[in-house]
């Protein structure tokens, strides 16, 4: 079985501060994929990352970076120096390699709120 | 979101009654899937498709039913309401099962009396 715990339920910052995202994930697939998701106060979904177990280095994408870490289980997201537009609920989440991203197992989520 | 379409926006219906939600995508993909949200719960798969006349089932699929005749769409039958399925559903869809679901239609917002 596969589990996706993002402790955080709530994050509150103000503009220009680095927050950072938890998640941390369990499965017996030796060989799976992980993803992070962000839903903004409109309600779609928006793909922002996809990393393969196999890569454990870190990806940085202007402001968004991540940190994976196969020996704690963990798949963090930061974000550096926060925006408004930043303030949305994100969602972590894990999928078996046979199948990629077609069976996802996401996490709870988290609420960040960026203040001005 | 451009590319995949779900209607209706907003439905309310009564303990036992059916209705199909419609998810439509333009983009030729392959992989379709629905999931529903619930307040702290996250997204959770009900049903899913790797292709035209190929089903499967989610973690959650009792009480839903699917189909996928067309590549185009994949609905998604409520056979008779519960309280329980009040939700926010999405629909995903992906070029194949090794992408994953970039492209999520923006939600029907399901209320059952």
């Known amino acids: 079985a596969q589990k996706v715990t993002q402790a955080q339920t709530e994050i509150s910052v103000v503009e220009k501060e680095d927050v950072t995202l938890d998640c941390v994930y369990e499965t017996r697939d030796t060989t799976y994929y992980l993803f992070w998701y962000k839903q903004p106060p409109s309600g779609e979904l928006v793909f922002l990352i996809r990393r393969n177990s196999f890569d454990e280095q870190n990806e940085i994408s202007g402001r968004y970076s991540w940190n994976f870490q196969k020996s704690t289980s963990s798949f963090n997201f930061t974000i550096t120096a926060s925006q408004v537009v930043d303030s949305a609920v994100y969602f972590c989440?894990?999928?078996?390699?046979?199948?990629?991203?077609?069976?996802?197992?996401f996490g709870e989520g988290t609420q960040l709120t960026v203040n001005p | 979101n451009a590319g995949v379409t779900q209607t209706p926006k907003f439905q309310v219906l009564k303990t036992g009654q059916s209705m199909t939600l419609q998810c439509a995508q333009d983009?030729?993909?392959?992989?379709m899937s629905w999931y529903r949200q619930d307040p702290g719960m996250g997204l959770r798969l009900i049903h899913y498709?790797?292709?035209?006349?190929?089903?499967d089932q989610g973690e959650v699929p009792n009480g839903y039913n699917v189909s996928r005749s067309t590549t185009e769409d994949f609905p998604l039958r409520l056979l008779s309401a519960a309280p329980s399925q009040t939700s926010v559903y999405f629909c995903?869809?992906?070029?194949?099962?090794?992408?994953?679901?970039?492209?999520f239609g923006d939600g029907t917002r399901l209320s059952i009396l």
């Open positions: 995903a869809s992906s070029y194949s099962t090794v992408q994953p679901p970039q492209h």
């Open positions: 498709s790797v292709g035209a006349g190929i089903t």
């Open positions: 983009m030729n993909h392959e992989y």
């Open positions: 989440a894990l999928s078996p390699e046979e199948t990629s991203g077609s069976r996802l197992t």
